[in-house]
Nanobody
Framework: VQLQASGGGLVQPGGSLRLSCEAS????????MGWFRQTPGKEREFVAA????????GYADAVKGRFTISRDNAKNTVYQQMNRMKSEDTAVYYC??????????????????WGQGTLVTVSS
């Protein structure tokens, strides 16, 4: 499985960005796609997750109400719409896929494959 993340960039506080993660390779129908973020010196932090099939969606408390994760199964692509962004959202964002139990979706070590990361900077 290969994951290609894109959409990062510089945005002002209060602004919006949309990240994309395109997957290729074997079928992901039973997998979960997660977005994580990481800043220097810190561990990878869970942001949001979605099941490729079914209605399961979950968010970290820090982004709930501001970020929206969605998928386009026909394009094998997961999106993360980020609104009302804050300086603390600045990080490298990674998409990952795996088959964690839904209750363990926030654990990065349960995701098998990762994209290359895309830098998001929120600054005026």
């Amino acid at each position: 499985v290969q994951l290609q993340a894109s959409g990062g960039g510089l945005v002002q506080p209060g602004g919006s960005l949309r990240l994309s993660c395109e997957a290729s390779g074997r079928s992901l129908s039973t997998s979960t796609m997660g977005w994580f973020r990481q800043t220097p010196g810190k561990e990878r932090e869970f942001v949001a997750a979605i099941r490729w099939s079914g209605g399961n969606i979950g968010y970290a408390d820090a982004v709930k109400g501001r970020f929206t994760i969605s998928r386009d199964n026909a394009k094998n692509t997961v999106y993360q719409q980020m609104n009302r962004m804050k300086s603390e959202d600045t990080a490298v964002y990674y998409c990952g896929t795996g088959s964690p139990p839904w209750g363990s979706r926030s654990y990065a070590n349960l995701y098998y494959y990762w994209g290359q990361g895309t830098l998001v900077t929120v600054s005026s």
